[in-house]
């Protein structure tokens, strides 16, 4: 079992910033992505980072948002710029796997004034 752990979720004004961060073992073996669940809605893609480091945004963060990682650190990062309240929801951390993928319990992001 692997164990994906998320953090550094918090209150944000909007146009504000906020880096995210994932551990998990293996981080630089596998494709890594981050979803999130707004209130009442279900879970969306938000971005993804392949093994070899291609990356892919959904077009509502693309250009606010970067997804990385530090395989020294075994850590997927995602930084988030120019926040708006719609960005409000549970992130989650997806660590694929051989057979299968592996998601953490999610940090509270929520953008408000």
């Known amino acids: 079992q692997v164990q994906v752990v998320e953090c550094g979720g918090d209150l944000v004004q909007p146009g504000g910033s906020l880096t995210l961060t994932c551990a998990a073992a293996?981080?630089?073996?596998?494709?890594m992505g981050w979803y999130r669940q707004p209130p009442g809605m279900p879970r969306e893609w938000v971005a993804y980072?392949?093994?070899?480091?291609?990356?892919q945004y959904d077009d509502s963060v693309h250009g606010r948002f970067i997804i990385s990682r530090d395989v020294t650190k075994n850590t997927l990062y995602l930084q988030m710029n120019s926040l708006k309240p719609e960005d409000t929801a549970v992130y989650y951390c997806?660590?694929?796997?051989?057979?299968?993928?592996?998601w953490g319990r999610g940090t509270q992001v929520t953008v408000s004034s």
């Open positions: 293996g981080v630089g073996l596998y494709g």
């Open positions: 997806l660590r694929e796997g051989e057979q299968k993928d592996y």
């Open positions: 980072i392949t093994k070899n480091n291609n990356t």
